[in-house]
């Protein structure tokens, strides 16, 4: 999932279906961009909805294999020691130390907001004591309501509902609060010259593939995803991600950008399930801004959509292809876990 704060013009936007998901990763990188949930996540069948047991932040979420359940975990990337793209060392925060309730005086986070964010692009916020946002509401087509709930304000700063991270201000993140994002997860099978689907020989079920591009930043293979701009449907950002990053579409022609939307509309208006949507535990989280995300599966059944179109890497994209969905793969982040969702979901091999 790729999650470029940058903001970017599109034209000619086409409506489509939503749905999408995410979770946890244990190893910090730096310079990392996408998402990773703060949650651990199971998977209980069940032919009704269960009501959470385990405190705040919990969230139940269904796809038509069952109802998925996400317990309260300390967020771990975003208390990675150091900071994204700078030297900046986080205030070490311990497991038990993490969430606000527990009293710590001693509690000393260090304050940094990148310089990036401090220019003031068109997709950033002023600094807080230039301009009263309203928190946990729609904010001037700015969308500052958390999929957590309410979430505290303190000394006029948001404060992040998975609790500590070390540090304070905005780091790379433009919002103050939560940063919204899409992840459209694009999949069709695997077949052979005649069209009939590849069976993996361990498993004897069918191959999935997906739409990966190649991150630039750390070279790891990803799902293609962005920020949700001011006023946008996240509809029309997964459909607009996913043409930036695995068409790059914006360096068409009008002709061949008309051809690109019809496919993608066949596609996104085809049946899709959300996966997750809900705070990321991601590298670039500080105390008072977070990222948030809906990842959504689209899949194209009979390959005559998408899966005819050449796939092109544009925006932060180093290469773009379509990968096979495999636990013996390597993918960025939490992204290998979403991928065993959507495995699981298709019923195809894992």
Known sequence: MLLSPSRRNWTGAIRLAITLFGLPFTVCTPGVRPAVLCSSHQLT?????????CGGYCKLYTTGNGTMHSPTAPHLKSRCPQYPESTI???????DKV???QNWPQYNPVSYTAPSVLKKPVWADPDIDSFSPKFNAVDDGVDRTSFEGSYKVENGKPLNPCGRTGLTGRGLLGRWGPNHAGDPIVTRWKVDDSGAKIHHPASNKPILQFVSIKRKDCGEWAIPGGMVDPGEQVS????REFSEEALNSLSLKQ?????IH?????LFESSGFQVYKGYVDDPRNTDNAWMETVAVNFHDEAGNSVSELPLQAGDDAGQVQWVDVDSSFSF???????LKLVARE????W
């Open 45 to 53: 069948r069940a032919s009704k909805q269960i009501k959470p047991n």
């Open 89 to 95: 060392k986080r205030f070490p925060v311990p497991d």
């Open 99 to 101: 969430y606000w309730i």
């Open 236 to 239: 029309l950002t997964l459909q």
């Open 255 to 259: 002709s061949e950008r008309k051809e």
């Open 262 to 266: 019809k496919r993608i509309q066949k």
């Open 332 to 338: 960025y982040a939490s992204h290998s876990h979403f």
């Open 346 to 349: 298709r019923k195809a091999h």
